[in-house]
């Protein structure tokens, strides 16, 4: 997923299902730099409160299994009811939110 617009939609789509519609969701680590070749797809992910985080971050794993099959995913999810780690925080700042590499919608 070297920022693939449809993919970067459809995660971000599969992830909001379970976290809700006001979830961020960026793309961080080795898959920003087109230079280089495989790697995991690193998500970094905001949701509104830690309400069930396990429960959905297994929901998450499920749908993202189904669509990208033994593709290695790694998830950091922060809840916003809490501070983020430094990590956190280098994810957020160096990476690229979903949203602004989904497909626009054509124009009629």
Avoid: N
């Amino acid at each position: 997923m070297r920022r693939d617009p449809e993919l970067a939609a459809s995660l971000q789509a599969e992830i909001r299902v379970v976290y809700g519609a006001d979830t961020e969701v960026w793309l961080f680590g080795a898959r920003m730099d087109d230079c280089v070749r495989g790697g995991d797809i690193d998500l970094y992910v905001e949701v509104a409160d830690d309400t069930g985080l396990l429960d959905r971050h297994l929901a998450v794993r499920r749908a993202l299994y189904r669509r990208l099959g033994e593709r290695k995913v790694d998830l950091l999810v922060r809840p916003r009811t809490r501070e983020p780690s430094p990590m956190e925080l280098i994810a957020r700042k160096t990476g690229v939110p979903l949203q602004t590499m989904s497909p626009s919608p054509q124009a009629p």
